[in-house]
């Protein structure tokens, strides 16, 4: 069973930069398509970016274009979102979410009942 496990999560003031990292232990993520979403306080969750297997192509919601950036590690044991220029309205739970199989070529923000596996999620706080 593929387990997710988020990091890098904290407490940055606006305009700074935060790298979130999803990883599994004992399981190769090149072969998973790997969402990002995140949920702040009262609202519903929503897609963030999305990378396919192996990196073929990425996506990203309008709100974070330009300012997050989503990469596969060399090893392909990793998935980093790498986040600048925060601000207060980037604040929620961040998670990742992993699908396989013939699913692993298709990067989707918005079918998030696509991704079988979920992390536990890492707080991100945007705040002066």
């Known amino acids: 069973q593929l387990q997710l496990v988020e990091s890098g999560g904290g407490l940055v003031q606006p305009g700074g930069s935060l790298r979130l990292s999803c990883a599994a232990s004992r399981f190769n993520l090149d072969d998973y398509a790997i969402g990002w979403f995140r949920q702040a306080p009262g609202k519903e969750r929503e897609g963030v970016s999305c990378i396919t297997a192996h990196g073929w192509s990425q996506d990203y919601a309008e709100p974070v274009k330009g300012r997050f950036t989503i990469s596969r590690d060399n090893n392909g044991d990793t998935v980093l979102l790498q986040m600048n220029s925060l601000i207060p309205e980037d604040t929620a739970v961040y998670y990742c979410?992993?699908?396989?199989?013939?699913?692993?070529?298709?990067?989707?923000?918005?079918?998030?009942?696509?991704?079988?596996?979920w992390g536990q999620g890492t707080q991100v706080t945007v705040s002066s």
């Open positions: 979410a992993a699908v396989g199989g013939p699913a692993q070529g298709i990067c989707t923000l918005l079918d998030q009942g696509r991704y079988h596996y």
